[in-house]
């Protein structure tokens, strides 16, 4: 396992360690901490920060308030457009889903996050979800490039170009502060483990 690989700002000081398909969940693996309580709501409000995002049915979401806060997260990057990774990725999440079965839009969200906003309209998100049969709590997210730029800056997910995106997938506890990544392709049933025992002890 390759540890401490930084991916969110210092601003959190916070490493989140690669997941090795090769091990149970119970991971090495950092807290966030801004100068207070790992769970200081407050600071992780202040970094993640409530910019706006469109999702695929054009309802804008406050990017913490509405989208983060008090759950369980999976998060990964894709354009609509791709030809390559970005199908074969959602295609697994939506694995994932299915296993999470009534827990996924509850108590564990998944959020799609483009990285071609220009093009990948609310419209065009909602067909590409359609193909995948995304369900409840699974938000496919646009917005103003600059607005889009700013979450991508911030979950370690910008890119020159579209097509050099990073097929991470991040998972997170918003309520413990815990974060790891692994890829968006690993098996679902290793993901699910990951996202089950996000908190336990190294």
Known sequence: MRRGAPLL????????????????????????????????ADAAAAYFTDTELIDQDGRPRRFYTDLLRGRKVLIHFIFTSCKGACPTMTANLARVQALLGKRAGKEIAILTITVDPVNDTPKVLKQFAAKFNAGDGWRFL??????????????????PKPEEHTSTLLIGDTKTGMWL???????????????????DAP
């Open 9 to 40: 700002a210092a601003a959190l000081a916070l490493a989140l360690p690669t997941a090795s398909p090769a091990r149970e969940p119970a991971l090495g693996r950092t807290r966030a901490q801004v100068g207070g309580p790992p769970t200081d």
């Open 142 to 159: 646009t917005g103003t490039p600059q607005n889009v730029e700013t979450v991508l800056g911030r979950l370690g997910g910008l890119t």
């Open 181 to 199: 990544k692994t890829t968006a392709t690993e098996r679902p049933e290793t993901i699910v483990r990951l996202v089950d025992h996000i908190n």
